[in-house]
């Protein structure tokens, strides 16, 4: 019987892992889960909520009233916060600036990993995030890691950020994103690091189109093995 394929898609801020995953699965006919979305949908809570990151109690209590899933429409792959629709505004830059201190708190980080493996009991997944070869899928069958230089991820999100009319400056942007792989790298629960298995993708110098010609290269193997 052919078993379950599993993708798990980690790296650094805005190099395009949502980008990659979602052509993927759109390609592979995949389920997609953007793990950075939810821990940003968390964020959003939070925000509206008031609640205080050093408030344990208020966090936990929070985290009891969140429910997150995902939705397609169009080949996109759109979450809902409590059944709300949020993926515009968790990509907002009040979200961004917080999203690394929220996704440090561990109890953020138990309950994101418990939807996700929720979530994840599906036929076909590919999954993004940070920690997703490590924690979440320890046994994926392919894992990615992607970078970039720190100076085109500022350029690129910079540039989504404006097509969208957001009013941000380019050292906004490349200051929240070395902020971000700081906590990111250095937190006590689940920091970014490269699975020992997974392949690097460094895309600072390579288009979408040959993003996906690299990672094809791995994944066909892969499916026609678990077709034989």
Do not use: W
């Not at 950075?36 to 009233?65: P, Q, W």
């Not at 980080?109 to 590919?126: A, C, D, F, P, W």
């Not at 010609?213 to 026609?224: E, I, K, M, S």
Request: charge should be negative; proline fraction near 2%; charged fraction near 30%.
């Amino acid at each position: 019987m052919q078993k379950n394929i599993v993708i798990a898609i980690d790296g650094y801020s805005s190099c395009g892992k949502s980008t990659i995953a979602r052509t993927l699965a759109k390609k592979l006919h995949f389920i997609y889960i953007d793990s950075g979305a939810m821990y940003r949908a968390v964020t959003l809570y939070f925000l509206r909520k008031d609640i205080a990151l050093d408030d344990h109690d208020a966090i936990v209590s929070a985290l009891a009233d969140i429910h997150l899933n995902f939705h397609s429409r169009d080949y996109q792959s759109h979450i809902t916060l409590n059944d709300e629709e949020v993926s515009e505004e968790i990509r907002q830059m009040p979200v961004s600036q917080l999203v690394s201190d929220v996704s440090a708190i561990r109890e953020v980080r138990v309950e994101m990993v418990r939807q996700q493996q929720r979530m994840g009991r599906s036929k076909n997944i590919i999954m993004d995030g940070r920690d997703i070869g490590t924690v979440v899928f320890p046994n994926a069958d392919l894992k990615l890691f992607m970078t970039a230089d720190p100076k085109i991820r500022a350029e690129r999100r910079f540039k989504e950020l404006m097509l969208k009319g957001e009013q941000v400056t380019m050292e906004e942007i490349f200051e929240n994103i070395a902020h971000r792989d700081f906590l990111d790298t250095t937190r006590e629960e689940s920091p970014l690091v490269r699975a020992d298995d997974a392949i690097i993708l460094d895309n600072t110098t390579i288009d979408q189109e040959q993003q996906l010609a690299f990672v094809l290269g791995y994944v066909t193997p892969l499916l026609l093995k678990e077709a034989n």
